[in-house]
């Protein structure tokens, strides 16, 4: 089952830094803020750094299990649960990445057809953008790799952007802190899992990482980068709008950029949401990068094959998601199952993984 | 008799070195002539089209007249040759005679013979580079001959290390290619693959080293250049002492540089006579007229098809009342402009160079106002194409220049179609090409992916030359160190 891979596909473990923060940062930084406040309105920073803290520790679980199995998400599945369960939840697992990657192009569409071309038609640009993931993902894990990389480095300057609307701010709407209780906070996280999902992927890549064990800390830095901007964003955000407007805002981030204003350009948000078509092309890229060497992997099957047909599923279903409602909807319940993958299964699975690992020992 | 056969096996007629001699005799411009007045009578045979005639009447002929032979041995004691080669193998006399030998025998129907080497040398005056012409620096230039062109290699790294390896490309060219690297700097595995490709080469032909380059390149149907041509000895010698590997081919004044990486595409050698601050400068200054040249007639077509949103107002005004009497749409006018000033540039070339001056200036002034008074294009658009034409020359390769040139077509049918978000498609569709594509094997975007912070300083900027003790990491050089980073930057407290 196990193969190696070759030395000149593998990647530095500092690359993974940006492996995680590339994938997390992606389209739900354009409007996580609106279901964050929607529970715990202007305490939603603090679910923020919540959020970040409880994903390292699952980041930590990841890196447990896999510095122990030296493989990846299947060869933990098949230990932890035999060939045929284990294969299963694989399965399930590609799945759950795959509607993920529907919800991400999905939604970048909606934002394009929305705010740049209202009468751009869904299929044609999921086309292109999905022939550039083909073109992408052939060219193998390295590729992958560096689309993340210049995807984080590129739009870096859309941070300072976020520092603008301050001018502007009252930093008293933050007062006063610890305002919801713990229920609402918890559900508040649920609403923060989808735009800081993007780590689990380190249970596909593993493999192609040089020196794994030494990359976690690499992984942690990214995860606190993406925490770090998150609260910046949600600072602003809560400081700028006023709470009651911030809860029919459907895309706050975008609104904040309609304030920026240079001598030769106005309405920034246009900039900001064509830079965004780099920003979430690395997410799509990995995502089907893993999902098809998943396929790969389970049924050994040529991983061209499985990326063609995976990405003809996601083109096809994308298309049929026209109206808003339905994306909607569709987004609602990516959500709740990424919220339970990651939040649930993950430490099930680590605890599952550990028990087996001990009694395997002992008999 | 006996003996007679088994050494000549005589098996097929041609294979005689009469018979050659005969075949040859065909062609018109094969010499081959019989002197019985001397001491001893010989025949002499040559392509009277590749020697020295020269040679001929100075050294060879007045040696050969005054002295008796007995044996065709004794050729090579009077004659004042180091290589006279005495050989009765037919493949070997019949490539010597094709690159400029002169054939010596005693009998007419003798196997063995003499080869003296006489061929004749032409090739023009070592000139000034013109296409990498720099303001300082050394002003040499390669020529076609491949002696000279090894002989300013040589000249400028006096080493034992630095090895050539030599191979003979081309079924009907039969031209001598070189391999230059320096042994123990340059990488085993580098040398191997350009080795490897150049033995594994079957072609035709080979007329310049461009042909060699477009067929070693690691993906030919790319637009970006994957090895440097240059035509500047110092460059070669610069980047031989790096680590790299090059190719010199006879016949061309290019050499040909491997593995390099797309910011090499942005280095003129000037910018290592000039001090750093200025040559970091004219780097940067030269990256940003590439991206500018590239997506400035986009963006003007996007914006103004799709985005006029996002023009300030005062700017819309300037732009409205350039923009108000023409007929086409930005998409068309931009296209027009652009094959207008492709127009020029390839006419410009193809003529000879004063009036290619004068096609430039007249077609570009003449045509740009007259277009305007008539309504055609906006002025504004053709500040912008003048200035990215302008902008596509600023590469120090050529080569890079024509693929920006052309890439600026596909951009500006994805601004036509989707605006901005099409010059954003189109900008991944080209990273994802570059961090596909490789040199000899190595990442081509290095150091920007794989980001390595050490070849940065050599990279988009050039820190000062103490600051440069390492080689670039990329070309994986054996041999890392250039010098000795302490001795060279001692830090002095004061007055000490």
């Not at chain 1, 998150?230 to 459907?250: C, G, N, R």
Request: glycine fraction near 4%.
């Amino acid at each position: 089952m196990k193969t190696e891979i070759k030395p000149e596909f593998l990647v530095s473990p500092f690359l993974v830094s940006f492996l995680v923060h590339g994938t997390q940062y992606g389209v739900g930084v354009l409007s996580f803020q609106r279901e964050l406040a929607e529970f715990v309105g202007h305490d939603a920073w603090i679910s923020i750094i919540i959020t970040g803290f409880i994903i390292h520790i699952l980041i930590w679980m990841i890196y447990t299990m896999l510095n122990n199995d030296k493989g990846d998400l299947f060869t933990i599945h098949q230990r932890t649960f035999g060939k045929w369960i284990g294969n299963l939840f694989s399965l399930l697992f590609i799945l759950y990445v795959l509607t993920m990657a529907i919800t991400v192009l999905r939604s970048y569409i909606e934002i394009v057809q929305v705010w740049m071309f209202p009468l751009l038609k869904t299929w044609p640009f999921a086309l292109v953008l999905l022939l550039i993931v083909y073109y992408v993902v052939t060219s193998g894990f390295r590729a992958v790799t560096g689309i993340c990389f210049l995807a984080v480095v590129f739009p870096a300057y859309l941070i300072l952007t976020f520092f603008v609307p301050i001018e502007f701010s009252n930093f008293r709407n933050l007062l006063p802190i610890f305002d919801h209780s713990i229920y609402d906070m918890v559900k508040s996280i649920k609403g923060a899992s989808l735009s800081f999902s993007g780590f689990e992927y380190l249970l596909f890549y593993y493999p192609f990482i040089k020196n794994p064990a030494s990359s976690q800390k690499y992984a942690h830095y990214g995860n606190l980068f993406t925490t770090l901007l998150y609260l910046l964003i949600m600072i602003v955000t809560l400081a700028f709008f006023d709470q009651e407007y911030l809860k029919i805002v459907i895309w706050p981030t975008l609104m904040m950029w309609k304030i920026i204003k240079l001598p030769f350009v106005e309405r920034f948000e246009i900039i900001g949401v064509t830079t965004w078509a780099v920003v979430m092309m690395p997410i799509i890229c990995l995502m089907f990068w893993s999902a098809s060497r998943g396929i790969k992997k389970l049924f050994k099957v040529k991983q061209k094959k499985a990326l063609v047909v995976l990405l003809f599923i996601c083109f096809t279903i994308s298309c049929f998601l026209t109206e808003r409602e339905t994306i909607q909807q569709y987004n609602q319940w990516t959500s709740e199952i990424g919220f339970y993958i990651l939040f649930c299964y993950l430490p099930v699975l680590f605890v599952c993984y550990h028990i087996r690992f001990k009694m395997g020992k002992k008999i | 008799m006996k003996m007679w056969f088994r050494k000549n096996p005589p098996k097929r007629e041609e294979h005689t070195l009469f018979d050659l001699i005969l075949q040859y005799k065909k062609s018109g411009d094969f010499v081959h002539f019989h002197n019985p007045q001397t001491p001893q009578p010989y025949w002499i045979s040559y392509f009277g089209s590749l020697i020295d005639v020269e040679i001929l009447h100075r050294d060879i002929l007045p040696y050969l007249n005054r002295t008796a032979l007995t044996s065709i041995k004794d050729v090579k004691k009077i004659l004042p040759f180091e290589d006279v080669l005495i050989t009765s193998e037919r493949q070997i006399i019949e490539d010597a005679l094709l690159r400029g030998s002169v054939l010596i025998q005693l009998h007419e129907k003798d196997a063995a013979c003499a080869l003296v080497r006489a061929e004749m040398k032409k090739s023009r005056e070592v000139t000034i580079p013109e296409e990498e012409y720099s303001v300082v620096g050394p002003k040499e230039a390669f020529v076609e001959s491949i002696t000279t062109n090894l002989n300013l290699v040589r000249t400028r790294l006096p080493i034992s290390e630095l090895q050539i390896r030599e191979y003979t490309i081309g079924s009907l060219s039969k031209t001598k290619v070189a391999v230059l690297y320096i042994e123990g700097i340059a990488n085993e595995e580098n040398i191997n693959t350009v080795c490897q490709r150049l033995e594994n080469l079957e072609f035709y032909q080979i007329l310049d080293s461009s042909f060699i380059s477009q067929l070693i390149e690691d993906n030919g149907n790319s637009l970006f250049p994957q090895l440097i041509d240059t035509e500047r000895p110092d460059r070669v010698a610069g980047v031989l002492a790096e680590g790299s590997v090059v190719i010199i081919v006879d016949g061309s004044s290019h050499a040909l540089i491997g593995p390099i990486s797309i910011m090499e595409l942005f280095n003129a050698f000037e910018d290592y006579y000039i001090n750093w601050q200025m040559a970091s400068a004219f780097r940067l200054i030269r990256v940003l007229a590439v991206s500018f040249s590239i997506l400035v007639t986009p963006i003007y077509v996007a914006v103004l098809t799709y985005h006029y949103q996002l023009i300030p107002k005062d700017l819309m005004v300037t732009l409205v009342s350039s923009r108000r009497t023409i007929p086409l749409p930005p998409f068309l006018e931009a296209v027009i402009l652009e094959l207008t000033i492709e127009l020029l540039r390839e006419a410009g070339a193809r003529l000879p160079t004063k009036v290619g001056q004068t096609i430039g200036i007249v077609g570009g002034i003449v045509i740009g106002t007259a277009a305007v008074d008539a309504g055609l294009t906006s002025n504004v658009l053709l500040i912008i194409v003048a200035l990215a034409a302008l902008a596509s020359f600023t590469t120090p390769v050529y080569r890079m220049g024509n693929t920006i040139r052309l890439l600026r077509f596909p951009f500006l049918l994805m601004a036509e179609l989707w605006g901005l978000l099409g010059i954003a498609i189109a900008f991944l569709f080209l990273m994802n090409h570059l961090l596909r594509l490789t040199s000899l094997g190595r990442p081509y975007l290095e150091p920007i992916y794989p980001p390595r912070m050490k070849d940065l300083k050599d990279a988009i900027i050039r820190l000062p030359f103490s600051l440069q003790s390492n080689r670039p990491h990329f070309l994986q050089p054996q041999d890392q160190k250039r010098f000795l980073k302490n001795k060279a930057s001692e830090v002095k407290d004061i007055d000490e």
